[in-house]
């Protein structure tokens, strides 16, 4: 019997994505994608530092071989990320002789950054994270301050990035884009945040929640607060990073004292794995009215970012297919509800 296609089962709730590389399109992992997701995000070829080399130069190569395959395929194309400060090059914030910029001449630098990227993807890419990871993950603070961006320019980066990307091009979502918002104290201060930028006018039509969880995250109780939440605004809510680990809560963590044994991959993982993907989809599929796009970040365990970022050489298991390409326990709590 065939697979059945993600998109085609979620085609009356919402458009099924993936994040894509190279690698991907590369291989057989191609198929994977082009059988279940009707939209494409680039991991990491539309960041600052693969669309900007060290000479100051455009390489828009890469995010170009993204847009081409989601083009031959009917897709829709995601664009993340414009502000953010991971991947952007230390010069980015310096003059040539290497100090800070003052703030003037950052949001300028900004601003030719945001309408390069947007003028060269105009009518290939439907809606942006056009800022990226701005909230603190801790309690007593409230933005993310020890950044460049908020160093030299304060919270105003934040605001300025939707005006600029809205004057290159104003036919675009522009979306906020950050983790961890079903926790509750980063989802109100992101809330704060948002209607703050709304009541002063800031072109900004949705968040993405990136859902970067894990097994033991209380989904069924805090995503649908949280979906209603930014909903209420009057904002499009989407899931932009879709993926759970397996391993305990590694957000805000020091790296260093995350366990680094490998899970085998057991029936109990698989079952665990499986309920918490049952538990989501569940729920996404009741909020459909309020979300428009749920994209997965990457498309099978054998490339996940997780198996060698957080703790690298830590196998991982977050997705709906497994090293080979199959489909998972979890894939089928996905697909078969109806
Ligand atoms: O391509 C180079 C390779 O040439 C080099 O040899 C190797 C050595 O470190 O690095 C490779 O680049 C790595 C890249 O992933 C591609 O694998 C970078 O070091 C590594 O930092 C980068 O990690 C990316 C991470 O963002 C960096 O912040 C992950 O792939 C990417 O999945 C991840 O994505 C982020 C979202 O953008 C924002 N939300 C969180 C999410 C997960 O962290």
């Known amino acids: 019997e065939k697979t059945p296609s993600l998109k085609e089962v979620y085609k009356d709730y919402f458009p099924i994505g993936a994040a894509i590389n190279k690698q991907i399109i590369q291989n057989k992992d191609s198929a994977l994608v082009?059988?279940?997701?009707?939209?494409?995000?680039?991991?990491?070829?539309?960041?600052?530092?693969?669309?900007?080399?060290?000479?100051?130069?455009?390489?828009?190569?890469?995010?170009?071989?993204?847009?081409?395959?989601?083009?031959?395929?009917?897709?829709?194309v995601r664009g993340h990320t414009l502000a953010w400060y991971h991947q952007t090059r230390d010069s980015f914030y310096q003059d040539s002789l290497g100090n800070d910029l003052s703030k003037p001449a950052l949001l300028k630098k900004m601003q030719k950054h945001i309408h390069s990227v947007l003028n060269h993807y105009k009518g290939q890419v439907y809606?942006?994270?056009?800022?990226?990871e701005a909230?603190?993950?801790?309690?007593?603070?409230?933005?993310?301050?020890?950044?460049?961006?908020?160093?030299?320019?304060?919270?105003?980066?934040?605001?300025?990035?939707f005006r600029y990307a809205y004057e290159a091009d104003s036919t675009i979502k522009l979306f906020y884009n950050d983790y961890d918002l079903i926790n509750p104290q980063k989802r109100e201060k992101t809330y704060q945040m948002l209607k703050e930028l709304?009541?002063?006018?800031?072109p900004i039509h949705g968040v993405g929640m990136q859902g970067h969880y894990v097994i033991e995250d209380s989904v069924a109780k805090?995503?649908?607060?949280?979906?209603?939440?930014?909903a209420s605004l009057g904002l499009e809510v989407q899931i932009t990073e879709l993926d759970v680990s397996v391993y305990p809560y590694y957000h805000n963590m020091d790296r260093s004292t995350l366990p680094k044994e490998i899970?085998?991959?057991?029936?109990?993982?698989?079952?665990?794995?499986?309920?918490?993907?049952?538990?989501?989809?569940?729920?996404?599929?009741?909020?459909?009215d309020k979300i428009t796009n749920v994209t997965f970040w990457g498309i099978a365990d054998n490339r996940t970012w997780l198996s060698h970022y957080v703790v690298k050489g830590r196998t991982d298991y977050p997705l709906?297919?497994?090293q080979d390409l199959l489909p998972k326990k979890a894939f089928y709590k996905v697909t078969d509800f109806k």
């Open 222 to 230: 805090l995503l649908p607060l949280a979906i209603d939440r930014f």
């Open 320 to 322: 709906l297919f497994d």
């Open 198 to 202: 709304l009541d002063r006018g800031t």
């Open 135 to 161: 909230i603190s993950d801790y309690d007593d603070k409230f933005y993310r301050d020890d950044i460049k961006y908020f160093e030299i320019a304060g919270a105003d980066y934040i605001e300025v990035a």
């Open 127 to 132: 809606c942006w994270d056009v800022v990226n």
């Open 34 to 76: 082009q059988y279940h997701a009707s939209s494409v995000t680039a991991d990491n070829d539309m960041k600052y530092d693969r669309t900007v080399n060290g000479k100051g130069e455009y390489t828009f190569e890469n995010g170009d071989q993204i847009v081409a395959f989601a083009q031959a395929n009917n897709m829709l």
């Open 263 to 288: 899970k085998p991959y057991t029936p109990e993982v698989a079952e665990a794995l499986a309920k918490q993907y049952h538990d989501i989809f569940t729920i996404l599929r009741e909020k459909k």
